[in-house]
């Protein structure tokens, strides 16, 4: 955790982690400003997302749809109203994140999340295309969030 609180790291989003590890490791890296991000699941009943959102710190992120990150897919038929029954119970921000590689992708959701993750087909994007195409990428998802 030492070496993620020099580069101004803001939090970890640590996939997979359960709630109650995620709670201890809290306590144990509080020192280091670094916040632990709650995800919350298309599966996760009311009474689990009540739990995380009282401990949630920095922002919640909301997993798209029930498959795995970088895959191709839709996304789950309730996520809107899954983000939107999250902020009303949240203090912190509710942003959504997984699979979301197109600015489509970001138009649809934009107005419902308070924020967007775009993490592996920004990864695959690095790895694949020239700087050109990844700064055209980018500001096609910048132009879609600020229309």
């Known amino acids: 955790m030492k070496n993620v609180e020099i580069p101004g790291v803001y939090g970890l ?11 201890r490791l809290k306590q144990q890296f509080s020192h280091y ?4 991000i709650s995800l919350v699941a298309m599966t996760t009943d009311d009474k689990r997302i009540k739990e995380i959102v009282s401990h949630a ?27 939107e029954s999250i902020k009303a119970i ?8 997984f699979g979301i590689r197109t600015p ?6 934009k107005e419902v999340a308070d924020g967007i993750v775009i993490g592996s087909e920004i990864v695959k994007r690095f790895k694949s ?3 050109e195409e990844i700064i055209k990428y980018l500001q096609s998802i910048q132009q879609t969030l600020n229309n």
Do not use: C, W
Not at 62 to 83: D, S, Y
């Open 13 to 23: 989003i640590i996939p997979d982690l359960p709630f109650e590890l995620s709670q």
């Open 33 to 36: 400003g670094v916040k632990i």
């Open 57 to 83: 710190e920095g922002f919640i992120y909301t997993v798209t749809m029930n498959a795995t990150t970088g895959q191709n897919g839709a996304f789950h038929p309730e996520l809107k109203r899954k983000i």
């Open 90 to 97: 949240a203090n912190v921000p509710v942003v959504a994140g």
């Open 104 to 109: 489509q992708h970001v138009a649809d959701i």
């Open 129 to 131: 295309n020239t700087r």
